[in-house]
C-alpha cells in the first residue's frame, strides 16, 4: 500500500509539473517532427511512439518497450513565414529606383521632376516600411542523430540545426524630397541613412543524454473499475501509466550576422554575411531534463504528455549588431499533449493527434509564435515476413496570427527481419508567390531514418 501511495505521489507531481506549462508562451523554436515515421504522420508521436524516438517524443513510453532498436535518423523543414518573399520581390523589382536615387542623395543634385518619380520614390519608400511587420523571414531545421533504446533504456545523440533570415526595417530614416525639390534638401532622417537590411540568425545544438521510463497498474485500479462498473465498456481495471525522464547535456553554437541593403562603405552590405568569422560565432553549453506521462487505460487507447527543456536551457548569443540584438538565446520549456487510437486487437491501424500546450515564440524570427496541431495515422499491411507500413497525415499552425497555413505529410516504412527504412516528406498547398509567375510551397518536410529493430 505504501509503495501504491508514493507511485501517486510520484504522478502526481510530475504531472502538476507538466500541466504548469499549458498556456504558456515559451520562448523555443517549434517543435520538430524527428523521425521519418513521426514526420509522415504529420507530427503526432507523443502517445504513439514505439520505438527509440520516444527518447525524443516521451521517455515515458520507454517503460514499454520489451524490445530493442537502434534509429539513424535525418529530417528537415523549411517555411516562408509573412510576406518576406513579396517584400523582398518588390524590392528586386524596385532595385534601380532605389540605386539611382541613393546615388542622387549622396551626389546631393538632381531635383525630383514630377508626380511620376515622386511616386517612384514612395514606392522605395513604402517597400522599405513594409519590412517592418513582424513574424516575416525565412526558416529552417535540420536534424539528424542516432537513438539507442534497450528495454526501458535510451541513450541517444542528436545535432538540430535551426536558422532564421528576417528583415529589420529602419522607420525612422524615410524622408524623400518632394516634386520641385533637390534631393540634397533632404538632411533630417534621409532614407540615404536608412540601416534597413537582414538579419541571419542560427542556432545549433548537440544534445547527448540518456532516457528511462517504467511503466505500474494503477494502484487499486480493478476495486475502482468494479465499483464504477467499468466492464460495460470493456474496462476491467484503470490501466497503466508510465513516467520517464530524459537527463542530457547541451553544446549549443549560435551564429548572428546584419548585412545592410545599402550600405555605402560596402563592409556590412547584406550578402557579405561572415558565417566562417568567428566573432559572429559562440559556443555555450547546458544541461536539460525532459520529463513525460503515458496514460494507457485499455489497449486501444493512449493518452501521453511530453515537457521537453522543462529548466529552460540557455546559450550566449554571438555579436548582433542589428537593433533589438538578444545576449542570450534560450529554449524555453515546451508542453505538448497527444492522443493515439488502435481501432482493431493487432494494432495494424493508429490514429493519432497531438497538440502543443505553450505557444512557442522564436528567439531567432522576431515575431513569429507557433502552436501546432498534428494528426496523422499508420497502417501495417498484414504482409508475412515483410512489414510495410502506409502513413499519412498533416499539421496546421493555430498561434495567433500565425495564418493556420495547413501542411500535408505522407510516407511509408519498409523492415525486412530486424532492419528498417523510413521515408517522410510534405509540402504546403498554400503557395508563394517568388515572382516571375513561380510559386513555392510556404513549408516543405522530408525525414529519412534507417533503423535495426527486434523483439525478445
Known amino acids: 500500500m505504501k509503495r501504491g501511495s508514493s507511485s501517486i505521489r510520484q504522478v502526481a507531481i510530475l504531472a502538476a509539473v507538466l500541466m504548469s506549462l499549458s498556456g504558456a508562451v515559451a520562448n523555443a523554436a517549434e517543435w520538430a517532427a524527428v523521425g521519418s515515421r513521426y514526420q509522415a504522420m504529420g507530427g503526432s508521436g507523443v502517445a504513439s511512439v514505439n520505438d527509440a524516438f520516444a527518447s525524443y517524443w516521451n521517455p515515458a513510453a520507454l517503460g514499454n518497450a520489451q524490445s530493442y532498436d537502434a534509429d539513424l535518423n535525418f529530417d528537415f523543414v523549411a517555411a516562408l513565414e509573412g510576406n518576406v518573399v513579396e517584400t ?28 511620376g518619380e515622386l511616386a517612384d520614390l514612395e514606392r522605395v519608400r513604402d517597400t522599405v516600411l513594409k519590412l517592418a511587420d513582424e513574424g516575416n523571414g525565412v526558416a529552417g531545421a535540420a536534424s539528424t542523430g542516432l537513438s539507442l533504446r534497450w ?11 535551426q536558422f532564421a533570415v528576417s528583415p529589420v526595417s529602419d522607420t ?11 534631393y540634397g534638401d533632404v538632411t533630417v532622417n534621409s532614407l540615404e541613412d536608412n540601416e534597413s537590411g537582414a538579419r541571419v540568425r542560427g542556432l545549433g545544438v548537440v544534445e547527448s543524454g540518456v532516457g528511462y521510463g517504467h511503466r505500474f497498474e494503477v494502484p487499486f485500479g480493478d476495486v475502482v ?51 566562417g568569422d568567428s566573432d559572429y560565432r559562440k559556443e555555450s553549453g547546458n544541461f536539460g531534463l525532459d520529463l513525460g506521462l503515458l496514460y494507457e487505460p485499455a489497449d486501444w487507447l493512449a493518452i501521453g504528455f511530453m515537457a521537453r527543456n522543462v529548466n529552460s ?24 499533449g497527444g492522443i493515439a487510437i488502435y481501432p482493431f486487437k493487432n494494432r495494424s491501424l493508429v490514429i493519432a493527434s497531438d497538440l502543443d500546450l505553450t505557444e512557442n515564440e522564436s528567439d531567432l524570427l522576431d515575431g513569429f509564435k507557433s502552436r501546432l496541431w498534428s494528426f496523422g495515422a499508420e497502417y501495417t499491411l498484414p504482409i508475412p515476413v515483410v512489414k ?17 497555413a495547413f501542411t500535408f505529410t505522407g510516407g511509408l516504412g519498409l523492415r525486412v527481419w530486424l532492419l528498417s527504412l523510413d521515408l517522410a516528406g510534405g509540402a504546403s498547398p498554400k503557395g508563394i508567390d517568388v515572382g516571375g509567375g513561380d510559386e513555392l510551397p510556404s513549408r516543405l518536410n522530408f525525414s529519412a531514418a534507417l533503423a535495426l529493430k527486434g523483439n525478445f
Open 225 to 275: 473499475a468494479e465499483a464504477l462498473r467499468l466492464d460495460v465498456i470493456g474496462l476491467d481495471d484503470l490501466g497503466t501509466i508510465s513516467a520517464g525522464a530524459n537527463l542530457k547535456y547541451l553544446h549549443g553554437i549560435t551564429f548572428n550576422n546584419y548585412g545592410k541593403f545599402h550600405d555605402e562603405n560596402d563592409d556590412e552590405k547584406l550578402g557579405k554575411l561572415k558565417f
Open 151 to 161: 528495454e526501458s533504456y535510451a541513450v541517444f545523440s542528436r545535432a538540430d540545426a
Open 172 to 182: 525612422v530614416n524615410v524622408n524623400i524630397p518632394g516634386i520641385g525639390q533637390d
Open 388 to 404: 510495410l507500413a502506409l502513413r499519412g497525415g498533416g499539421y496546421t499552425n493555430t498561434a495567433s496570427g500565425a495564418g493556420g
Open 313 to 336: 536551457p540557455k546559450f550566449k548569443a554571438a555579436r548582433d549588431a542589428a537593433p533589438n540584438s538578444k545576449k542570450n538565446f534560450q529554449l524555453d520549456a515546451q508542453a505538448r
Open 88 to 115: 523582398v520581390d518588390d524590392l528586386n523589382d524596385i532595385d534601380d529606383d532605389l540605386g539611382d536615387f541613393l546615388d542622387a542623395l549622396e551626389r546631393g543634385t538632381g531635383t525630383v521632376a514630377d508626380a
